[in-house]
Every structure is written in structure tokens, then in C-alpha cells.
């Protein structure tokens, strides 16, 4: 037995940075709603809502769940952002204070029958195609039923990290022109993190910002990686040319090498398909994966770092190496990697100074 084990170090400073951040580029009368559904994005929900709540006006999740948790900790706003589907969430929602995304006619027609107007997101489709009215059909609701009501309208982007997809563009013009169509009171929001890096003048009168605030936004480097993985080297070799590392021998040595074994492998959340070549960070110096990633292991070439032990630690991803790096190198999302980390991975998050 063994008590080493990997680790998901959390800085909550980073969460706090990235929100001022990203407020600043807003328009100052938006309100900034914190996406923390999935245990905020893997950074664990409780943790997070009291470090950020004194910069949150509201919080959006999917799950009723952690739409709870949050309210024993917070009385700001909580959008449930797909809805609810039975009399029994809809009471639930009611009772925590909670407001309600109404996507399609079933779950309006759940709403009308308690005859409570209040606190209504309406999503419409803008070229999404999952969720959201069709702009004629919430104009009929609309007009049946909304036009003395408060609410808010919404539409998601599929393509706001592309700031020059023509998707974006014809979104907005849906979205616009279908909002000139209803009373002066009707709240606007479209953005995500996406959106408010590209398009900061969309911000209206709610953003809905996840991934910026973990820092695992691509673009722009002033956002940080709000979570450190690593996990120490337990073995160092020296492998001859021609020699393979790991399953299958997918990496094959081009000269005498130095192969360092880290205590972490699929199992700890690490995807069994990242490259051979992706960096790292040991002692603060660049290496890079070399052979599949194992269950338990994960292979690295450390051939060329002067300074490396066993015991060292290897940063996968961290404030110093983003996460979206490792992200694009390997065709995935940083939103993959963070909500990926498994249970035996020790998660330490840390106190603000
Ligand atoms: C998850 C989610 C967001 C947050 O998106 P990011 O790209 O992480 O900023 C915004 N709106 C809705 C409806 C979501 O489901």
C-alpha cells in the first residue's frame, strides 16, 4: 500500500483575478452570472460560491441538486439553465428562490399551470439546435401570454471562441430583431465566455461566464489556469535508441533517452489519447509525454532536464502551463479536461491569503 497519490491543487485567488479580469471588459451595467454547474467545472462547488460570491450577481447550474447547495450558501440569484421537467423540481425551484430557463412548450406548459410568471428565463434557438423556441413560436407566447411580464431573453452561441465564424453574426441578428419585437423591459443575454472575450459589446444585461473563470479560456493569457494536477515521479530509466516506452510501443527511442515514470494515468482522469510530445512541467522546466498514457502511469522524456529525482513533481496543467494548452495539442476542450479529473485524485483547494 501506498499513501502518494496524485493531486488537483485549487487556487481560489485565480478564480478571483480571472473574474475582475473578464468584468472589466464588460459593459459595467451587465450583470456577471458565475457558471458553476458540474461542480463548477470540476473546482467543487461549495468552495468556490463562498470565494466568489461578493463578485457574483448570480450563479447558473444545470442540476437542482447543486442548485441547493448553493442556495444554503448564497441568496443571490440561481438560474437552473435547462429548466425544470416535473411538478416536483418546479415546486422545488419555486420554494429555493431559484430561476427557471423555459426552453420548450412542454415546460412551459408546466409553468402556465401554476400561473407564476416570475423569475423566467426564455431561451430561443438562434441556430444552436438543442434547446430554445423557435423565434415564431415564442412569439406567439409572447404575445399570448408575456407581453406585460418581466423576463429574460436568451440564446447561446455554438461558435463564440470563433470571432469570425458568420454563425455569430446571424445569431445576433435573431436575436436582435426578435428582441425589437418585445416590450422595453424584457432583460437580454447571450454571452458566454466566448462571447465576452470576442464580442464584449454583447454583454447586455446578463454574461454567463464558466470557463473564463477557471482560466481555461484559449485566447488570452491574462486569464489563468485556476488548477495545478500533478503528480510525482516514482521511477527514472535509461533506455537505449530504437527501445519503446508503454503499450504498444508507441514511442520509440531516436537516441539514449531518460524516461520518468509519473504516478498518474487514465484512471486519475488524464485521457488515455493524449500525444506524444505534450508538455509538462517538472521543477519548472518543459518535458514532454512520451508513450500512451497507463491507468496508473504516465511516461515522460526527461532526457534533456538537468534536475530530476524521484519524488519530483509533474505539472500536467497549472498557472504556469494553461490548460488549454494540453487541450489543443490534443483535439480536446479545456471544459473536458477539468470535468474529467476522477474521485481518487486528492483535491486540496486552497485558502485565499
Ligand atoms: C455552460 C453554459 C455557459 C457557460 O459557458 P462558458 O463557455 O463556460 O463560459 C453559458 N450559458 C449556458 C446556457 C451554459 O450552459
Same mark, same amino acid.
Given at each position: ?66 442548485? /441547493?447547495? /448553493? ?7 440561481? $438560474? ?39 423569475? &423566467? ?35 447561446? &452561441? ?23 419585437? &418585445? ?34 479560456? $484559449? ?85 534533456? &532536464? ?48
Amino acid at each position: 500500500m501506498t499513501t502518494l497519490n496524485s493531486e488537483l491543487l485549487i487556487e481560489p485567488e485565480m478564480f478571483r483575478s480571472n473574474i475582475s479580469y473578464i468584468k472589466n471588459l464588460i459593459n459595467p451595467s451587465s450583470n456577471f452570472m458565475s457558471v458553476i454547474k458540474s461542480d463548477a467545472y470540476g473546482h467543487h462547488l461549495e468552495s468556490i460560491v463562498k470565494d466568489i460570491d461578493d463578485l457574483s450577481d448570480g450563479y447558473g447550474v444545470v442540476r437542482a441538486d447543486e442548485a /441547493i447547495k /448553493i442556495r444554503m450558501l448564497s441568496k443571490k440569484k440561481i $438560474l437552473l439553465m435547462q429548466g425544470v421537467y416535473n411538478d416536483k423540481d418546479y415546486k422545488l425551484a419555486r420554494e429555493n428562490n431559484f430561476d427557471i430557463v423555459v426552453h420548450n412548450s412542454d415546460q412551459f406548459n408546466l409553468i402556465k399551470k401554476y400561473n407564476n410568471f416570475e423569475n &423566467l428565463w426564455f431561451k430561443v434557438n438562434t441556430g444552436m439546435n438543442r434547446l430554445g423556441f423557435d423565434i415564431d413560436d415564442f412569439l406567439k407566447i409572447y404575445n399570448e401570454y408575456l407581453t406585460n411580464t418581466k423576463f429574460t431573453l436568451m440564446t447561446h &452561441l455554438a461558435s463564440s471562441n470563433d470571432p469570425k465564424a458568420i454563425s455569430n453574426e446571424k445569431q445576433f441578428s435573431l436575436f436582435e430583431s426578435l428582441r425589437s419585437k &418585445l416590450h422595453a423591459d424584457v432583460s437580454l443575454s447571450i454571452a458566454n465566455t466566448g462571447c465576452i472575450m470576442n464580442f464584449p459589446e454583447k454583454s447586455y444585461d446578463w454574461v454567463r461566464c464558466g470557463i473564463g473563470i477557471y482560466g481555461g479560456y $484559449l485566447n488570452d493569457t491574462n486569464i489563468k489556469t485556476a488548477m495545478t494536477l500533478r503528480s510525482p515521479i516514482i521511477n527514472l530509466r535509461t533506455i537505449s535508441k530504437g527501445e519503446g516506452v508503454g503499450y504498444d510501443g508507441r514511442a520509440i527511442a531516436d537516441k539514449e533517452m531518460k524516461i520518468a515514470s509519473v504516478y498518474l494515468g487514465y484512471a486519475d482522469g488524464l485521457p488515455v489519447g493524449i500525444k506524444d510530445g505534450t508538455k509538462v512541467l517538472i521543477n519548472g522546466n518543459e518535458a514532454q509525454i512520451f508513450g500512451k498514457v497507463s491507468m496508473d502511469l504516465t511516461t515522460i522524456d526527461v532526457t534533456n &532536464l538537468k534536475e530530476c529525482s524521484v519524488g519530483d513533481w509533474c505539472e500536467f496543467f497549472s498557472p504556469d502551463l494553461p490548460i488549454s494548452n494540453i487541450a489543443k495539442s490534443n483535439d480536446l476542450i479545456s471544459y473536458y479536461l477539468m470535468t474529467s479529473i476522477k474521485s481518487r485524485v486528492k483535491k486540496i483547494y486552497k485558502n485565499i491569503n
